[in-house]
């Protein structure tokens, strides 16, 4: 697995004279539209990116010594949950994937998984919630590459020690994404002595915050933590500087990407997030083993995309086809032996996300170790070491 992060690796290189062999077939669920787009747009183009870069160089060589070209199938969820069910049905039933990827938000995710049970297809969610694999026991085909919600608390209650901070106040989406961020928060702090004086919600979809900011305003947080994608997290937060609330502005690794600095405008300044590397890869010292694969993620996605800036969002898909690129290449299409590979053998896998080692009991692989903590300035992202969390 260590050499699959790199370009031409052995299963992407053109055998010319190799048999060409039927396309080995990817399912894509993403939230191509809807309130979860800045999520899952970066998502699709980045599977679309390398099944061109893949299928370029001659298609990967399988098991039975053919070269396959790779067959990408997407599907827009539109950030519904129940179309993220009839779409995963789609590809498994119909168009018979090898591998089913998606979706982009958790609700859609969770939703998606008894069809993958039923069908005994191998599932890499891209979304967070930790339900999405755990009860691993009843979870046997599911896996997933973003961060779980844990080491993202573990990470913002670093930051509110090394600051003396004891009173946070916390507002969240109420759906399984939230909820699961929520949850760990709670738990940690709890543990750690930081009260949480107030816990509210808003629903997917809300465009007005102004009484839970109120309330919240009340009670002199010294610290204000979010759990939210761009599409509520955006302005909440520009409702959040309205309010003049003074307090630090905490958020999750929900709004990674430009979208919520673009919709947030100068109202993000300011705001701290744990997050993958990838929007600070080239801060990285050149020891850091993702920063040649961040900073090559980088330049293809530009140059595939026409400039655009590259999300932790897109990352995750990357992660999750590369690592079915190294099954396929390995097993073919069959979908038992794809499941196994993805259980024991994915070790030291250099992705975007992190450096993944799934096992029985782990179908996350990446922990706190994959994480930095970022501010937003002057419209970008700046890392902040562990060294420099007390202000």
């Known amino acids: 697995m260590g050499d699959t992060h790199c370009r031409p690796c052995k299963f992407h290189i053109g055998w010319l004279q190799a048999t060409k062999g039927e396309p080995y077939k990817i399912g894509v669920v993403a939230s191509i539209t ?38 990408v199938i997407v599907e827009d969820d539109a950030s519904d949950a129940s179309k993220a069910t009839l779409a ?61 919600n844990q080491p993202v608390t573990a990470v913002q209650l670093d930051w509110l020690k090394a600051n003396g901070i004891k009173k946070v106040a916390s507002i969240g989406v109420n759906n399984a994404f939230g909820k699961d961020s929520r949850d760990a928060m709670n738990a940690q702090l709890k543990e750690a002595g930081i009260e949480v004086l107030a816990d509210e919600v808003f629903q997917p979809g809300d465009k007005d915050f102004t009484a839970q900011l109120t309330k919240i305003k009340g009670l002199n947080p010294e ?122 053998q994915v070790k030291n896998f250099v992705g975007i996300s992190g450096v993944f080692n799934w096992s029985p009991t782990d179908h996350v692989g990446i922990g706190k170790e994959s994480l930095v903590l970022v501010v937003i300035k002057n419209g970008g992202w700046e890392f902040v070491p562990p060294d420099k969390y007390k202000q």
């Open 88 to 148: 995963a049905k789609k590809l498994v039933e119909q168009d018979n994937v090898a591998v089913l990827i998606g979706s982009s938000g958790s609700p859609a995710s969770l939703a998606m998984i008894e069809t993958a049970t039923k069908n005994s297809t191998p599932m890499i969610s891209l979304a967070s919630a930790s339900q999405i694999v755990n009860p691993i026991a009843e979870r046997k085909w599911i896996f997933k590459t973003p961060q779980a």
């Open 223 to 344: 610290a204000v933590i979010v759990h939210a994608t761009p599409g509520e997290g955006a302005p909440l937060t520009v409702q959040y500087r309205t309010l003049g609330i003074n307090a630090p502005l905490l958020h999750n690794h929900g709004i990674g990407n430009k979208d919520f600095i673009n919709l947030a405008k100068d109202a993000a300044e300011g705001v701290m997030f744990p997050i993958g590397k990838l929007l600070v890869a080239n801060s990285l010292p050149d020891s850091d083993p993702q920063k040649a694969v961040l900073l090559k993620y980088i330049q293809d996605y530009g140059a595939y995309t026409n400039g655009k800036t590259p999300s932790t969002f897109g990352g995750h898909g990357w992660d999750a086809v590369e690592i079915a690129l190294a099954g396929l290449a390995a097993n073919g299409a069959d979908r038992a032996k794809l499941r196994d590979y993805f259980e024991n």
């Open 34 to 71: 809807g309130p979860a787009s800045s999520l899952g747009i970066p998502e699709r183009d980045t599977a679309l990116m390398l099944q061109e870069q893949v299928n370029k160089a001659g298609g990967i060589k399988g098991p039975d010594g053919a070269m396959h070209e790779i067959q």
